[in-house]
């Protein structure tokens, strides 16, 4: 009798994102808090990557701080994924891309809105009718990466540095996690 040959999957590395929104579990009270937190779970349950993820609004940061907190992270292999001026930036570039750079967080905001009916960035939304909202984002997911790289350039030339490094979290994912396909049976916005 042939003995069946047992499936082995290897788990490739772990990754660890936290998030600074107010609809998260976590609301850092500022920069320092969110990469101190990230740091110390990163150790604690011994994630091969580490990344912080907020919006400047959300930690009221500025572009020097963050410049700075780079630096920091580097020693303790803390990434950073930001949105400058928020995280709509990163649902905006779903929707298309601004001709200029933008330091008003309300234009970005509004636009959202607008195309998402019923947005709330609140925890009982998100865990209820904004449940699958990557879902409806995900037909636009390499679109928005691109218009982000291409945002990018604009906010280099404005502010010196880049508006999100959200494309760089996006690679981290695929080669992390590898590739999924989340694509079949979504229902994109209008």
């Not at 772990?14 to 850092?28: D, G, I, W």
């Not at 990163?42 to 993820?53: C, G, H, Q, S």
């Not at 992270?73 to 949105?83: D, E, N, V």
Request: hydrophobic share 40%; with cysteine; charged share 25%.
């Amino acid at each position: 009798m042939a003995t069946r040959k047992r499936n082995s999957t290897e788990s490739r590395r772990t990754l660890l994102l936290v998030t600074a929104t107010e609809a998260e579990a976590l609301n850092a009270k500022d920069l320092k808090h969110l990469i101190s937190f990230t740091a110390r779970e990163k150790n604690r349950n011994k994630y091969d990557v580490a990344f912080a993820l907020f919006g400047f609004d959300d930690v009221n940061t500025s572009i020097e701080e963050v410049r700075e907190a780079q630096e920091a992270c580097a020693g303790r292999r803390i990434q950073l994924c930001y949105f400058n001026p928020c995280f709509s930036l990163w649902l905006y570039m779903h929707l298309g891309k601004p001709q200029s750079f933008i330091s008003d967080a309300s234009v970005f905001e509004s636009e959202v809105r607008k195309a998402i009916q019923g947005l709330e960035w609140t925890p009982e939304y998100l865990l209820t009718d904004g449940l699958n909202l990557h879902m409806k984002l995900f037909p636009r997911h390499s679109l928005a990466d691109q218009n982000a790289r291409d945002y990018n350039k604009l906010a280099i030339q404005a502010t010196g540095e880049k508006a999100t490094t959200m494309p760089e979290l996006n690679k981290m994912i695929t080669e992390v996690c590898g590739q999924a396909d989340m694509s079949h049976n979504t229902k994109v916005f209008k």
